[in-house]
T-cell receptor, first 107, second 115 residues
Framework: EDQVTQSPEALRLQEGESSSLNCSYTVSGLRGLFWYRQDPGKGPEFLFTLYSAGEEKEKERLKATLTKKESFLHITAPKPEDSATYLCAVLYYKLSFGAGTTVTVRA | DTGVSQNPRHKITKRGQNVTFRCDPISEHNRLYWYRQTLGQGPEFLTYFQNEAQLEKSRLLSDRFSAERPKGSFSTLEIQRTEQGDSAMYLC?????????????FGQGTRLTVV
């Protein structure tokens, strides 16, 4: 069965303090790894799709990377508006999600 | 197109009542997914459709749950004889699947509270 594990569960950062979130996975026939941002009470918002090891994607202060067994979401110089839960999901024929990392950025 | 739309946004029901949720996907998307999410957890897969065909149902989807997607457009998820354990956020997502998969976009969800 597909397994997606995210760490840490929670991350508290000072504004401007860069950090990384981890997503490790075991899935046969990976067809894509997705990162989503979710604000409280709302649906997940799509951020990135990564398809092959070595691939990188960037959007504003976020950068996602992919290896054969894990993905990292790097947050550079975060701002309070980056506070959210970040979800990782792997695609076989369906998306299987991790439990997420809740990021809190203090001003 | 305004994205994936779900209605209602919130639903409070008494235990034992039936509820139905609606999802309108992005118009050109042929795949539609239903997920359930409880507090502190990631979304859990319930079922998905390719056009009007329901291709897989999770074992989480008991016989009290039924989903339809008539004519491959909007979808409904019905829960019969609701239980308190059904309280959760129900999320719908859609994607385009032709020769490969594209990103799945989610709606804002329907929060169900069973009292």
């Amino acid at each position: 069965e597909d397994q997606v594990t995210q760490s840490p569960e929670a991350l508290r950062l000072q504004e401007g303090e860069s950090s990384s979130l981890n997503c490790s996975y075991t899935v046969s026939g990976l067809r894509g790894l997705f990162w989503y941002r979710q604000d409280p009470g709302k649906g997940p918002e799509f951020l990135f799709t990564l398809y092959s090891a070595g691939e990188e994607k960037e959007k504003e202060r976020l950068k996602a990377t992919l290896t054969k067994k894990e993905s990292f979401l790097h947050i550079t110089a975060p701002k309070p508006e980056d506070s959210a839960t970040y979800l990782c999901a792997v695609l076989y024929y369906k998306l299987s999600f991790g439990a997420g990392t809740t990021v809190t950025v203090r001003a | 197109d305004t994205g994936v739309s779900q209605n209602p946004r919130h639903k409070i029901t008494k235990r034992g009542q039936n509820v139905t949720f609606r999802c309108d996907p992005i118009s050109e998307h042929n795949r539609l997914y239903w997920y359930r999410q409880t507090l502190g957890q990631g979304p859990e897969f319930l079922t998905y459709f390719q056009n009007e065909a329901q291709l897989e149902k999770s074992r989480l989807l008991s016989d009290r749950f039924s989903a339809e997607r008539p004519k491959g457009s909007f979808s409904t998820l019905e829960i019969q004889r609701t239980e308190q354990g059904d309280s959760a956020m129900y999320l719908c997502a859609s994607s385009a699947h032709i020769q490969g998969d594209t990103e799945a976009f989610f709606g804002q969800g329907t929060r169900l509270t069973v009292v």
